[in-house]
């Protein structure tokens, strides 16, 4: 199936508000604000969060690329740069040593329940580096679920899979935490 990807933008949040209203908020209320938090930007009710992801996306300090069948916004892939969305899990774990910031990261991706299985992952995942590189492009950074061929409940796969990544161009930096790694791509 054809996807269609926009970027998220004050014209398209009617979109992305529809999909995440479509799923009571995401992950319990999130509103994709978790990887934004920082000693200014706080997490709150699920109202809160949705105002203040629409004030972030109004500002131009949150990133994403949003997938469409047809008219209909079926996911979107987070992306922003470090700045951006400092709040990653196992920080001082991937920022310690000789780390090297990347120019961005990709944080979350979000498929409706209907399309998951069906590629979208994928076409978020590649709509984002399409939307970094016309960005200027750099070094790309991701977290995902070092899944081993094992089946992972969805709700666990908040950043999708190394497999996922892997085909996207991905190249393993090392593993972080219990479950997930490290992956980069310059674009």
Known sequence: MPYTIKPLTPETWDDFENLAQR?????GGCWCIWFHQSPEIKRGTSEQNKALKKSLVQQGRAHAALVYADA?????????SPQELPAIYHR???E???????DWRITCL????????????????????????QSGGGVVETYPQNTEGQKISSSF????????????GFTLIRNKGKNHCIMRITV
């Open 23 to 27: 799923h009571n908020g995401v992950w």
């Open 92 to 94: 001082k774990e991937v």
């Open 110 to 133: 979000f498929i409706d329940k209907s399309y998951r299985g069906k590629g979208v992952a994928k076409a978020a995942v590649e709509g984002a580096l399409e939307l970094i590189r």
């Open 72 to 80: 209909l916004p079926i996911g979107w892939c987070q992306y922003g």
């Open 96 to 102: 310690s040593g000789d780390y090297v910031f990347p």
């Open 157 to 168: 796969l908040y950043n999708g899979t190394r497999s996922l990544f892997e085909s996207c």
